[in-house]
């Protein structure tokens, strides 16, 4: 009888982790996080605002806030949890912010138990689990709390991409997709914001990087190339990769556009160089890849003609598909990274709202 249960409990905890390759619309993954954080732990915001994120040592031993020795020390979890960037440390009169937080976070100190912290100036790259820790004698706290930008969470306010370089596809690694979502005024997507897109009719059949170092791609037509004609629609999980070694695109997200992205109406086509300065001459910049999929998924853009953005690259948005355009489907469609001295296209700006 005990050789049987341990041969039942064995074989449930091996089904509990097996992780699909395909994921249904009929039966979702489960995603727990909002359920295990509950409300009081998550805070919302939005791009370019200031933000409170909440932390209060409960004392036990009557010492007042701020006594000698005190420490308090915030943190930012990596998406995986397995690196923790300082953002500010307290001892005292001292305090110290690091790196990309200098200048933009401070201790708001409202009363003798608060240690909670002051973000100003958010943007997408804050999103994510910030870990605070106090101690003070003999009380001390540890509190987590999640920060969502405007856009992070809902689909429905931002949009997903796939992006690959110059160089061409499964070149970047891990840090490098970083990089490249970054230069796009974008961060690394989710795999929930990824679930949402392919819920929505994405279909990619190259592999991209999110933001918990694992590589996926989503399939709404099953068919040979990209997992097999008979699998099922979904997305398709390469599971963790060294995130140094391993090569992939990447899935970028991007939130709901600042601004306004058009196409500037020139007599003659232009080189690169030129399509830049004529957008600085028109009191714009150069639009980026993910303002062309904001204004195209978002605002229902659509021109038919090929135009240089920022990353040198020549892409049109098309949301009406029809011949000579796009005539299967709605897309961003790329035309490729073309030699940059050839006047063969216009140019997308973008201005920015005042």
């Known amino acids: ?139 001390d706290v540890i509190h987590e709390v999640t920060l969502e930008v405007q856009g992070s969470v809902s689909y429905s306010d931002g949009v997903v991409f796939p992006y690959s370089p110059r160089l061409g596809r499964y070149n970047l690694n891990f840090h490098d997709a970083e990089q490249a979502c970054l230069d796009q005024d974008s961060v690394v997507a989710s795999f929930d914001q990824l679930y949402e897109a392919w819920r929505s009719g994405m279909d990619w059949c190259n592999a991209g990087w999110l933001n918990d170092g694992s590589v996926q791609y989503p399939v709404t037509k099953p068919r040979g190339p990209c997992g097999g004609a008979n699998a099922r629609a979904g997305l398709r999980n390469y599971g963790q990769r060294e995130k140094s070694k391993s090569h992939y695109d990447v899935f970028c997200f991007t939130s709901g556009l600042n601004g306004r992205l058009y196409w500037l109406v020139q007599p003659d086509k232009l080189t690169f160089t030129e399509a830049v300065q004529a957008c600085q001459d028109d009191g714009a910049e150069i639009a980026n890849v993910a303002q062309m999929y904001a204004a195209w998924k978002l605002n229902g853009y659509d021109r038919c003609d090929s135009g240089w953005l920022a990353d040198g690259s020549v892409r049109y948005p098309i949301s009406r598909p029809r011949r000579n355009c796009s005539p299967t489907e709605a897309a961003v469609r790329f035309v490729g990274f073309p030699d940059k001295k050839q006047k063969l296209f216009g140019v997308y700006c973008f201005k920015g709202q005042q």
Request: aromatic share 8%; glycine share 6%.
């Open 1 to 139: 009888m005990i050789t049987m249960l341990c041969t039942v409990f064995l074989s449930l905890t091996l089904a509990s982790s097996v992780y699909s390759e395909t994921n249904s619309p009929a039966s979702p993954p489960a995603y727990t996080a909002e359920t295990e954080l509950g409300d009081q732990n998550r805070v919302f915001a939005s791009r370019g605002s200031n933000v409170t994120l909440p932390c209060r040592l409960h004392r036990q031993h009557g010492m007042s806030f701020g006594s000698v020795g005190m420490r308090i020390k915030w943190t930012k979890l990596s998406a995986d949890e397995s690196v923790e960037e300082d953002v500010l440390v307290s001892m005292g009169f001292h305090k110290k912010s690091y790196d990309s937080f200098q200048g933009r976070v401070h201790l708001q100190e409202a009363d003798d138990d608060d240690a909670s912290l002051v973000l100003s100036d958010v943007s997408l790259d804050d999103v994510g689990k910030f870990r605070c820790e106090v101690i003070d004698g003999m009380d």
